[in-house]
């Protein structure tokens, strides 16, 4: 079971206008401070009040989603997943999420946190504006328990568009990139498959067949590479010049806006239309 917030009264002989020239007197660090705090404890650190989404479809009694409050300790530093972790720890060891390596670096731990999605380990507590933070599984695919949803799909559609370099290796000669090429193909590289633009993206919500941007994204890292044979970077354009592949975007930038990496994902997936455009053009 959770540990239920709990609000504590505080009473003071102080006059309104007292209290307000007091606030007035902070400074910044302190603002900084009060905004993850929920209430003063006895050691005085500050506090941070989480509800959490939860289900559990193997336990009869949870099946019927929910959300559980926590007030979890929240000094300077501590992101989402470090007051998640502390929840289950502390109060609730059934609580379940992803999380690995805690440097925005294997994109597991994606959530859906106080309304867009975000990696865990990224988010700053004191960063959040809204209280309390509002914790809950990624939009669009189906809660396996708690925050952990379904990505089989999401995976199934990064392997659609054949992620892996194809080109011919020469047998005695390695093959050179231009500095001009890796900079055109540098950031579509840092995609971590955390699944966050395609739960954003309103088409792939609507159409399970579109590939979606971090799969198009990816396509564009190998098709743009200079050293990608000719006829698998025409192979890679057909699948990305199917009905659901890169036509069904509408530049909409949501993908781009949630995404960790700061990948310009919708940049990506226009480039990829010019180039089914160009690779479509005749001249007789």
């Known amino acids: 079971m959770s540990t239920q917030l709990q609000r504590t009264e505080q009473e003071t002989d102080e006059s309104p206008q007292e209290q307000r020239l007091e606030r007035k007197s902070l400074d910044e660090g302190e603002r900084e401070a009060q905004r993850t705090e929920e209430?003063?404890?006895g050691d005085e650190t500050?506090?941070?009040?989480?509800?959490?989404?939860?289900?559990?479809?193997?336990?009869e009694a949870k099946r019927e989603?929910?959300?559980d409050d926590f007030r979890v300790p929240a000094p300077q530093g501590t992101t989402v997943l470090d007051a998640l972790m502390y929840a289950r720890d502390e109060f609730d060891s059934t609580l379940t999420f992803r999380h690995s390596c805690r440097q925005a670096v294997c994109g597991s731990d994606a959530l859906f946190i106080n309304g867009s999605q975000r990696l865990g380990c990224q988010t700053q507590i004191q960063d959040l504006d809204q209280r309390p933070v509002r914790v809950e599984p990624l939009p669009h695919?189906?809660?396996?328990?708690?925050?952990?949803?379904?990505m089989e799909h999401f995976y199934d559609q990064m392997e659609a568009v054949e992620p892996y370099f194809q080109g011919e290796t020469p047998d005695e000669e390695e093959q050179l990139q231009s500095r001009e090429n890796r900079e055109k193909v540098k950031m579509s590289t840092r995609c971590i498959w955390c699944g966050a633009c395609q739960s954003s993206c309103n088409i792939a919500?609507?159409?399970?067949e579109y590939l979606g941007p971090a799969a198009i994204n990816k396509a564009y890292r190998f098709a743009m590479d200079e050293r990608e044979d000719d006829d698998i970077k025409k192979h890679r354009m057909n699948i990305l010049e199917q009905e659901h592949g890169v036509w069904r975007c509408q530049t909409q930038f949501s993908c781009t806006e949630v995404c960790p990496k700061d990948i310009p994902l919708t940049e990506h997936i226009q480039e990829m239309k010019r180039e089914a455009v160009k690779d479509n053009l005749k001249f007789w």
């Open 141 to 150: 695919q189906e809660v396996e328990k708690d925050l952990v949803v379904d």
């Open 205 to 208: 919500a609507g159409d399970n």
């Open 39 to 41: 209430e003063s404890t």
């Open 46 to 59: 500050p506090h941070a009040h989480l509800k959490v989404f939860r289900y559990d479809p193997e336990v």
């Open 65 to 67: 989603p929910r959300f």
